[in-house]
C-alpha cells in the first residue's frame, strides 16, 4: 500500500478544536492540511447542541451551537484544505503513521509531517458509575439523548428522571419539557449544583422542575422498559442514606455524569497523559511528549466553554505548522522547563509544562478546574516552593467554571524571575 | 426567583442570567411594586436584568422543526430576540406543527412576527436537500 506522504498537518477529529486547528495549520503556513472526521459531517458535538450561549467570547454574540460550528466551518471552507469525511483512524504510531478506514476511501496510510489530536471526549455511561438494575430499555446518557431529539426527530420517552446535575443534564431537561416530555426531577449526587447557576433558572427553575442535591438513583426497575427508580439521599462521604429510598414511577433515566477524553489513539502513539485530565500532558504550545504530535480541546481536558476549545485548537494548529515547516521539534534547548502541578482546590491545569524561555509572542492559556465550591473572591497564585511567583484574583471558585487566565506579558516576566522547576497552582 | 413579605415590602431574589456567573441579586420593592433598592450584583447587567425580570421577563426559545426533502429531518431554530417567558411553552407547541422545504440555511426566518408581537424564529443549522 502507497503512503500517502505528502501533507503537512493532519488534524484527527473535525469538532471546534479541529476546525479551530485546520484553519490556522493553514494560515500559519499555507502548507496542505487534512482533516479526518469519523461522522458524515463537520462540527462535533455542535450541531446538536441547538441551545444558545456559545460564542461571547469568539464572536462577541450569544449563539446556538450549530450556528457557531458553522462560522468556523465557513472560514475552513474558504482555504484550500482537505477534508475527508465518513472516515475513522484506526491506529497510529509514535513515528506518525495513520491508518484510516472509510467506504470511499477503503484503508489508507499517511504519513504527515505533524498531527493535532482533537478527537474530543465521550459520556461516563451507567457501567462507570456502577448503576445496578435490570437492564431494561430507556437509559440514555444526556448526549445520546439530545441527539435522538435534536438531529434525528425521536423522543427518547415521556416520564424522565435526571441523573446529574451539570449543564448538559440540566439542559436536556429543560429542551424534553420543551418538547413535550414531563420531567419529574433532577437528582445530583454532590451537595452542590455541578453545572452554571444560569442553567439551573433558565433550564430547571423556568420549567419547574425540581433539582435534588445529595442525591443519586440507587435502583432502576422493568424488565423491557424502565417502569421506575428508587433515589436514594447520600451523606457526607456520598454513601446512601438507609432509609431514604424513594420509588418514581418514569420510563426514562438520561445520565449526565460525566465527559472523559477520548484517547485511545494517543495510547497507541505514546502519548503520554495526565491521570488527573485523563487527556494528553501538554506543554504552552499544545505539544504531547512525541514529536510531531500535538493535542487540543476536550481530548486534553474537558472544558466548559467552547470557546476556549477553539482557542486551544488555534494554538496546536500554529504550532504542527511550526513543526512541519522546521521538519523537527522545536529545540527548547537553553529554555528552562516549567511544570504546573495543581495545588490547594485545583483539580488540574493545562498546559502542564513551560518553556518559559520560548514563549515570544504566542498565546498562552492557563486553564484550571478548582475542585472546590468558594463563593467569594479567591486568589489564583502560582508558587515556587511556597513563595508566590504570580498571581490573581477572581469572583469567586467553582468546579463547574474552569479558570481561564491568558498570560500577559508581566505574567511571563514574573515566570521567568521564578527558580524552581515546578509551580504549584493554589487557589485560596 | 425566591421572595420574602414584610408588611407591605417585599424582597426578592433573582439570580441573573446576563453571565455564567450568576449572581444573586436582592430587590427590594414597595407596596405599588416600585422598585426601592438593588443589591448584590457585581455589574450594571445585573441592575438590567432584575428591571427587565420584573416588568417583563424575556427568555430565548431554542428548538427545533421539521424539514421536507431534507438530508436530516430537523432543522435547529430560535429566537434571536428573547421572547416572553411565558409564551415559550406556546410557541414551542407550535413550532412542531411547523415544516420547512430543505435547503435551509443559518438565518433563514422559519416563523416572522409570531402573533404580531415580532418574535421570530430563525434558522440556526443547515439541512442540504436530498438527492
Known amino acids: 500500500m502507497d503512503v500517502n506522504t505528502t501533507y503537512d498537518v493532519i488534524v484527527i477529529g473535525g469538532g471546534p478544536a479541529g476546525i479551530a486547528a485546520a484553519i490556522e495549520a493553514y494560515n500559519e503556513n499555507q502548507g496542505k492540511v487534512l482533516v479526518i472526521e469519523r461522522n458524515d459531517s463537520l462540527g462535533g458535538i455542535l450541531p446538536q447542541c441547538i441551545h444558545n450561549g456559545f460564542g461571547a467570547i469568539n464572536f462577541g454574540n450569544d449563539l446556538p451551537g450549530p450556528e457557531y460550528a458553522h462560522r468556523y466551518e465557513m472560514q475552513l471552507n474558504e482555504l484550500p484544505v482537505d477534508v475527508m469525511l465518513d472516515t475513522m483512524v484506526v491506529d497510529m504510531t509514535p513515528e506518525l503513521d495513520i491508518y484510516t478506514m472509510s467506504s470511499e476511501y477503503g484503508y489508507q496510510h499517511f504519513k504527515p509531517r505533524a498531527v493535532v489530536l482533537a478527537m474530543g471526549c465521550r459520556e461516563r455511561t451507567r457501567a462507570q458509575i456502577r448503576l445496578p438494575g435490570t437492564r431494561a430499555a430507556g437509559i440514555y446518557t444526556a448526549g445520546t439523548a439530545q441527539r435522538l431529539v435534536n438531529i434525528e426527530g425521536y423522543m427518547p420517552g415521556r416520564e424522565i428522571v435526571v441523573l446529574g446535575s451539570g449543564d448538559i443534564g440540566m439542559i436536556m431537561a429543560r429542551r424534553l419539557t420543551i418538547e413535550g416530555a414531563q420531567v419529574l426531577g433532577v437528582m445530583e449526587l454532590l451537595p452542590f449544583l455541578t453545572g452554571l447557576r444560569r442553567n439551573y433558572v433558565q433550564c430547571l427553575q423556568d420549567y419547574n422542575i425540581p433539582l435534588h442535591l445529595s442525591t443519586t438513583v440507587s435502583k432502576i426497575y422493568g424488565e423491557r422498559r424502565v417502569e421506575g427508580i428508587e433515589t436514594v439521599k447520600v451523606d457526607e462521604d456520598l454513601n446512601h442514606v438507609p432509609g431514604t429510598e424513594e420509588f418514581i414511577k418514569c420510563d426514562t433515566l438520561v445520565l449526565s455524569v460525566g465527559l472523559i477524553p477520548e484517547n485511545e489513539l494517543s495510547r497507541k502513539a505514546g502519548v503520554q497523559l495526565d491521570v488527573r485530565t485523563n487527556g494528553p500532558i501538554v506543554d504552552s504550545d499544545m505539544a504531547t511528549n512525541v514529536p510531531g504530535i500535538f493535542a487540543a480541546g476536550n481530548v486534553t481536558a474537558i472544558y466548559d466553554l467552547v470557546d476556549y476549545v477553539s482557542k486551544a485548537g488555534e494554538v496546536a494548529g500554529r504550532s504542527a505548522a511550526r513543526f512541519a515547516r522546521a521538519q523537527q521539534a522545536e529545540s527548547h534547548e537553553g529554555s528552562r522547563v516549567v511544570r504546573l502541578k495543581p495545588g490547594a482546590n485545583v483539580g488540574s491545569i493545562i498546559p502542564q509544562q513551560i518553556y518559559i524561555d520560548d514563549l515570544g509572542d504566542r498565546d498562552v492559556y492557563l486553564s484550571m478546574r478548582p475542585n472546590a465550591l468558594l463563593e467569594r473572591m479567591v486568589k489564583v497564585e502560582l508558587d515556587d516552593g511556597g513563595e508566590e511567583v504570580m498571581s490573581f484574583r477572581e469572583q469567586y471558585a467553582r468546579p463547574a467554571e474552569m479558570i481561564i487566565r491568558k498570560l500577559k506579558a508581566r505574567d511571563i516576566e514574573k515566570l521567568r524571575a521564578s527558580h524552581g522547576a515546578e509551580l504549584v497552582a493554589n487557589i485560596s | ?131
Open chain 2, 1 to 131: 426567583m425566591s421572595e420574602q413579605k414584610q408588611g407591605d415590602y417585599r424582597t426578592r431574589t433573582d439570580i441573573c442570567l446576563r453571565c455564567p456567573q450568576g449572581c444573586e441579586v436582592q430587590t427590594m420593592l414597595g407596596p405599588d411594586d416600585e422598585i426601592l433598592n438593588i443589591s448584590g450584583n457585581k455589574c450594571k447587567l445585573g441592575r438590567e436584568y432584575v428591571e427587565q425580570e420584573i416588568r417583563d421577563p424575556r427568555r430565548v426559545l431554542p428548538t427545533s422543526v421539521r424539514v421536507k426533502n431534507g438530508t436530516r429531518p430537523l432543522v435547529p431554530v430560535w429566537t434571536p430576540e428573547p421572547m416572553p417567558k411565558g409564551m415559550i411553552m406556546d410557541l414551542a407547541a407550535e413550532s412542531r406543527k411547523i415544516e420547512v422545504e430543505a435547503p435551509v440555511h443559518v438565518g433563514d426566518v422559519v416563523l416572522d412576527d409570531w402573533r404580531g408581537l415580532g418574535i421570530r424564529l430563525v434558522a440556526s443549522g443547515e439541512v442540504e436537500r436530498a438527492e
